[in-house]
């Protein structure tokens, strides 16, 4: 006896990054949150916000919001369709745009939520191996027609971003609805922001969780022609955005300049970390995003992943085909990046020193 769909007794559900509480001795590095503090512009509003706020209803389209990053964005408040992080925005897409034979298409390895989503809504989905250098499959990715065609750019797990002429390709081969999320934009040297204006299958997903520090806010949205919102306002919940989001986030993506400064901060540091991991023997994937795909010299990824926690230091390992030899490490602070490095450097000596420990 079950009191489930078929479809939701046949899925395991997404398995989130460890959140261990807040006042735990940890160096997180494996969920990509931002080591800076946001905004205190941002941080201003939010203490000084008035009770009035709470009592009544959010407006349900966050027109505050809407309006600050209409200004930072250069396109009109009618073109940005906020959630409940952009994840909410995955949902609004995959609820409204598929079923069964209306299948999502997405290339692998990627955020493993474009799965969850497709697999909890009961529409088929079609993975499309990445090329060995992380090139899109643009020609298999085109010939699958998805109803919805995910691509997070820059990538995660890999860090890699699609080059914006590939992306206008498949918006104009596709006649389903292409999505390109844009999770980890604030460290990448290019955007795709353009192609909403020229394609009206294209959304653009942004988020305030990596670039500007508000993870714990819940504050994502897309971009994209009216007319493409318009569906996906009909299935969103009404009041998907609280009134404190709407007004925290809007002064947070006005202020540019901390975010920018924060991200110059750590592509810095992803540069020296890449650095100095390969130095220890890892090949390491050229990243635009806040993190590093990293493959490890004793091939043992998950061994690396155990050792790491029991001293303290959380990174990502997936369980997967072509993950498995690697760890996904976000950019924290610099001394944490720092001691990191060392715990690894420890950790492989000590290991090849005892060749049977694992
Ligand atoms: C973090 C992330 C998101 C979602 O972030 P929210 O916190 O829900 O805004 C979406 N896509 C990718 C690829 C991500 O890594």
Request: proline share 8%; net charge negative; charged share 20%.
């Amino acid at each position: 006896m079950t009191y489930f769909r078929p479809n939701i007794n046949d899925m395991s559900g997404y398995a989130p990054g460890e959140q261990p509480p807040p006042e735990a001795k940890v160096i997180k590095l494996n969920t990509n949150e931002n080591p800076y503090p946001p905004s205190p512009e941002a941080l201003k509003v939010l203490q000084e916000l008035p009770g009035e706020l709470l009592r009544r209803y959010p407006d349900p389209m966050a027109k505050a919001f809407c309006q600050a990053a209409s200004q930072v964005l250069g396109v009109p408040a009618d073109w940005i369709l906020v959630g409940n992080g952009s994840d909410d925005l995955l949902t609004m897409i995959v609820r409204a745009c598929t079923e069964p034979l209306r299948q999502v298409v997405y290339p692998m390895p990627t955020y493993v939520l474009y799965r969850t989503l497709s697999q909890i809504q009961g529409a088929e989905f079609v993975e499309v191996p990445y090329h060995e250098d992380y090139s899109l499959p643009v020609e298999q990715l085109i010939a699958a027609q998805g109803a919805v065609t995910f691509i997070a750019s820059p990538n995660s797990p890999s860090g890699t971003i699609v080059p914006v002429e590939l992306l206008d390709k498949l918006a104009r081969q596709l006649s389903g609805v292409l999505v390109v999320d844009e999770a980890y934009v604030d460290f990448a040297e290019s955007d795709a922001l353009e192609l909403v204006k020229q394609h009206d299958n294209v959304i653009i997903l942004r988020t305030l969780s990596k670039g500007y520090s508000m993870a714990g806010l819940r504050l994502g949205f897309g971009v994209a022609n009216p007319v493409l919102l318009e569906g996906l306002i009909k299935v969103k919940d009404s009041y998907n955005v609280d009134a404190v989001a709407s007004a925290v986030g809007a002064a947070a993506i006005a202020d540019q300049s901390h975010k920018n400064a924060n991200s110059e901060k750590i592509k810095a540091s992803r540069s020296q970390m890449a650095r100095e991991l390969e130095k220890l023997g890892f090949y390491v994937l050229p990243s635009q995003a806040n993190f590093l795909l990293a493959q490890s010299p004793s091939g043992n990824a998950q061994h690396l992943y155990e050792t790491l926690k029991q001293r303290g230091i959380l990174v990502r390992y997936f369980n997967q085909p072509r993950l498995d030899d690697k760890l996904r490490i976000t950019i924290g602070t610099p001394e944490q990046n720092e001691t990191l490095i060392k715990v690894l450097g420890n950790v492989l000596t000590s290991a090849m020193s005892q060749p049977n420990s694992h």
